[in-house]
Nanobody, 121 residues
């Protein structure tokens, strides 16, 4: 059974940092894993992805501020978020289920329940 469990969200002031975690179980080690976010009234958008080989990519609006990483021993995906702004306020989701990078950055077969990030000005 696939399980993705996000944690680490919270409230932070503009300019602050947070690190989100996504503990995964029951998934293939070859899957690409990604972070998405959705703000109220907005569509879900892709944030960052990491394939099984360690290659990473980022949406333009987080480049230079967010870093995606994975601890393979713990099967946990992370995203370190720095220089946060109120525009980063959203529910953040971990997603996986595809080997192919092109599919991974469009969505996932499996999703976590999300963790809320709120950035105050």
């Amino acid at each position: 059974q696939v399980r993705l469990r996000e944690s680490g969200g919270g409230m932070v002031q503009s300019g602050g940092s947070l690190r989100l975690s996504c503990a995964a179980s029951g998934i293939s080690s070859g899957y690409c894993m990604a972070w998405f976010r959705q703000a109220p009234g907005s569509e879900r958008e892709w944030v960052a992805a990491r394939n099984s080989g360690g290659s990473t990519s980022y949406a333009d609006f987080v480049k230079g501020r967010f870093v995606i990483s994975k601890d393979n021993a713990k099967n946990t995906l992370y995203v370190q978020m720095n220089s946060l702004t109120p525009e980063d306020t959203a529910m953040y989701y971990c997603a996986t289920g595809y080997y192919e990078y092109t599919n991974c950055v469009q969505g996932g077969r499996y999703w976590g329940q999300g963790t809320q990030v709120t950035v105050s000005s």
